[in-house]
């Protein structure tokens, strides 16, 4: 009984929150939905704006995620008997599914960027370091170390 409790309140208090979004879009203040809604300072409901907005930003994310996932997944079936008899071609968008997969799902290694435009444009010119702060300077003594001890 007292789980159903904790989800009745959750909803409603959800509830409240999409009414203060509504309200917010529609131009009231955070203290008049406050004085609406029964929250105790304006600062209530401005979190129960953003609380809202937050939801409804990431449910229809999580929505086409799946949606994706599941064309992923139809286009893999369609493939599926060519790859396993070993066409190059079938194998080459089985790939390409599962790339597009580990990009979707944040499962790919992040990049190194390259920065050897950048060191280049470092290394080229004539820096002025009299112009950094103390702290300026122990800032860039600590990269410089930590790419001394990353280079191969």
């Known amino acids: 009984m007292r789980a159903m409790s904790n989800q009745t309140s959750r909803v409603r208090a959800h509830d409240r929150h999409l009414q203060?979004?509504?309200?917010?879009?529609?131009?009231?203040t955070y203290?008049?939905?406050?004085?609406?809604?029964?929250?105790?300072?304006?600062?209530?409901?401005?979190?129960?704006?953003?609380?809202?907005l937050k939801a409804t930003?990431?449910?229809?994310?999580e929505e086409l995620r799946t949606l994706e996932a599941e064309r992923l997944d139809a286009a893999l079936l369609a493939i599926w008997r060519r790859v396993v008899a070993g066409d190059e071609k079938a194998i080459d968008?089985?790939?390409g599914i599962m790339k597009r997969r580990m990009e979707?799902?944040?499962?790919?290694?992040?990049?190194?960027?390259?920065?050897?435009?950048l060191i280049t444009t470092l290394s080229?010119?004539?820096?002025?370091l009299k112009r950094l702060t103390v702290e300026e300077l122990?800032?860039?003594?600590?990269?410089v170390e930590k790419l001394d001890?990353?280079?191969?």
Request: hydrophobic share 50%; no cysteine.
């Open 31 to 52: 203290q008049a939905i406050a004085e609406q809604l029964g929250y105790a300072q304006a600062k209530g409901a401005y979190k129960a704006v953003t609380s809202a």
């Open 138 to 143: 122990a800032e860039l003594e600590r990269l």
């Open 57 to 61: 930003l990431k449910e229809p994310a």
């Open 20 to 28: 203060a979004l509504e309200l917010r879009k529609a131009g009231a």
């Open 124 to 128: 080229a010119r004539d820096l002025d």
């Open 104 to 117: 979707l799902f944040g499962l790919a290694a992040p990049r190194r960027q390259e920065l050897s435009g």
């Open 149 to 152: 001890v990353a280079a191969p």
């Open 93 to 95: 968008r089985l790939l």
